[in-house]
């Protein structure tokens, strides 16, 4: 059991539309870590979320963005979506350890 | 040079056979290494970590890791239909980035 839920499981969106995903750790735990996976690209790091602070982000442009609010949930914004967009996005925690990431089901994006 | 690299693959192995499964990286400075296994359209489910020189095993897997050599292997022994699935190496690299930085994945097919 990953212990991490994500909403919604499926989107589909149209270019320069913004979006929304978010994730939620179960039991509290404090780091959120999210990924991008495109189709021929592989799990890419996208941001780091700790005690409610970014730790960390990928190489990713600023249109990408989050936030962790106090019950260690977090959410991804996606701004000006481009067709690339398009990918299965991963939240994963670590059960407090900040070692060993588990994955939440992910959420599927679709930029038409 | 990338900096987690595995064969694409498909490995097709005959059911019952050892998969072996392989991973170079990088960063020398690495600590901490994963086998995550990822059925399609699905998340990656973590499978093993290793994080000292030699042989993990548990159950019908082995994680082999050779820090000198920079390379991490699985074994899968006696192969079934339904290991059939993606395997993605992680390597978490030096420095407190939070990030898991995954090779590509090796798609193995088991056969019956």
């Known amino acids: 059991e990953a212990g991490v839920t994500q909403s919604p499981t499926h989107l589909i969106k149209t270019r320069g539309q913004q979006v929304t995903l978010r994730c939620s750790p179960i039991s509290g735990h404090t780091s959120v870590y999210w990924y991008q996976q495109a189709l021929g690209l592989g799990l890419q790091f996208l941001l780091w979320y700790d005690e409610g602070e970014e730790r960390n982000r990928g190489n990713f442009p600023p249109r990408f963005s989050g936030r962790q609010f106090p019950n260690y949930s977090s959410e991804l914004n996606v701004n000006a979506l481009e067709l690339e967009d398009s990918a299965l996005y991963l939240c994963?925690?670590?059960?407090?350890?900040?070692?060993?990431?588990?994955f939440g089901p992910g959420t599927r994006l679709l930029v038409l | 040079q990338k900096e987690v690299e595995q064969n694409s693959g498909p490995l097709s192995v005959p059911e019952g056979a050892i998969a072996s499964l392989n991973c170079t990286y990088s960063?020398?400075?690495?600590?901490?290494f994963f086998w995550y296994r990822q059925y399609s359209g699905k998340s990656p489910e973590l499978i093993m970590s290793i994080y000292s020189n030699g042989d993990k095993e548990d159950g019908r897997f082995t994680a082999q890791l050779n820090k000198a050599s920079q390379y991490v292997s699985l074994l899968i022994r006696d192969s079934q239909p339904s290991d059939s699935a993606t395997y993605l190496c992680a390597v978490r690299g030096s420095g407190n980035t939070g990030k898991l930085i995954f090779g590509q994945g090796t798609t193995l097919q088991v056969k019956p």
């Open positions: 994963a925690v670590d059960r407090g350890n900040q070692e060993t990431q588990y």
């Open positions: 960063d020398r400075g690495s600590q901490s």
